[in-house]
């Protein structure tokens, strides 16, 4: 069935274009692609909004639990990092999605990881 929507494409109107165009040159400076980006932004939101409601669940509140929750996955993990992005984000980041950014060698967003979660 992953084949069904290889190839689609998007509606976009023309006032909308200026911004795709800067966003194609950000991938491009980032060494990813405009499909790439697009598909961890609705991995992402697919990830928050699965359960149905987007808001926080009051049980997250509630739980005495050490888990805390990645900023990028939103997996609940017991070990954390605080990491300092290129764009001033500071962000709970698991070891999964850390080395993903990592991977990316020059193009890396991580500025400097400060150490694990307390």
């Given at each position: 069935m992953i084949g069904k929507y290889r190839g689609k494409i998007f509606y976009v109107d023309e006032t909308f274009i200026p911004i795709l165009k800067n966003f194609d040159e950000?991938?491009?400076?980032?060494?990813?692609?405009?499909?790439?980006?697009?598909?961890?932004?609705?991995?992402?939101?697919?990830?928050?909004?699965?359960?149905?409601?987007?808001?926080?669940?009051?049980?997250?509140?509630?739980?005495?639990?050490?888990?805390?929750?990645?900023?990028?996955?939103?997996?609940?993990?017991?070990?954390?990092?605080?990491?300092v992005y290129k764009s001033g984000l500071v962000a709970p980041t698991c070891e999964v999605c850390l080395n993903k950014n990592r991977a990316k060698g020059a193009f890396s967003t991580v500025r400097r990881v400060l150490g694990l979660m307390k």
């Open positions: 950000i991938c491009t400076r980032e060494g990813s692609s405009r499909s790439e980006k697009i598909r961890e932004f609705i991995e992402r939101y697919v990830i928050v909004h699965v359960e149905g409601n987007p808001q926080m669940l009051l049980l997250k509140f509630m739980e005495e639990t050490k888990l805390k929750e990645c900023f990028f996955c939103r997996d609940r993990k017991e070990k954390l990092f605080k990491v």
